[in-house]
Structure formats: structure tokens, C-alpha cells
């Protein structure tokens, strides 16, 4: 079956870095597009970023545009979200997602 496993979150002050990876299996990883969402307290999932099995094609939510770069490496079957300049409202727990699957997620806080 599909397993997704993030890791990588943490506590980070205003304007820090993370690197956040997800590790697949259970599915062809090098032919499916991959997401990373995040949700917030007590608000609903948000697509934070996108990228397509071959890794040409990434698309990034507004107000992570600039800061985050979403990677893949399919030799390792591997995702992963480059987070800089993070700022408090991006805390949340982050999901690597494919199709209607997603991991248990990896929680990023950002203290001001």
C-alpha cells in the first residue's frame, strides 16, 4: 500500500530554514505528482507546493512563493520542501501528499 513518511520539522525562529523530506513507497514514485500541503490551527489543508514526476514542472501557493522550493530525487524515492525566511504563519503540520494519500505529517513551528 502507499506509505509516505515526512520528517524534518521543528521549532525555528523567524527568518530560519528547514528542510522537510518525505519518503515514498507502496507506488510507482518516478511516474506520480507530488504535493506538500500543510494545515494550520483549527484551519483546513492548504497546497503549499507542487511538482511533477519528472521534476520539471513546480508550482508554489502565494505566500510561500520565494521562500520554498519543492525537490525530488527519484533514485531515492524521495520528496522534499526547502523552507527559508519562515515566518511565524507558517507554522503547521506538513504533509507530503499523492493523489488521496498522505503521511503523518511533520509539525513546523516558527517562534517570532
Known amino acids: 500500500q502507499v506509505q509516505l513518511v515526512e520528517s524534518g520539522g521543528g521549532l525555528v525562529q523567524s527568518g530560519g530554514s528547514l528542510r522537510l523530506s518525505c519518503v515514498a513507497s507502496?507506488?510507482?514514485?518516478?511516474?506520480?505528482?507530488m504535493n506538500w500541503v500543510r494545515q494550520a490551527p483549527g484551519k483546513g489543508l492548504e497546497g503549499v507546493a507542487f511538482?511533477?514526476?519528472?521534476?520539471?514542472?513546480?508550482s508554489y501557493a502565494d505566500s510561500v512563493k520565494g521562500r520554498f522550493t519543492i525537490s525530488r530525487d527519484n533514485a531515492k524515492r524521495t520528496l522534499y520542501l526547502q523552507m527559508d525566511s519562515l515566518k511565524p504563519e507558517d507554522t503547521a503540520i506538513y504533509y507530503c501528499?499523492?493523489?488521496?494519500?498522505r503521511g503523518q505529517g511533520t509539525q513546523v513551528t516558527v517562534s517570532s
Open positions: 511538482i511533477s514526476s519528472g521534476g520539471k514542472y513546480t
Open positions: 507502496g507506488f510507482t514514485f518516478n511516474l506520480a505528482d
Open positions: 501528499n499523492q493523489g488521496s494519500a
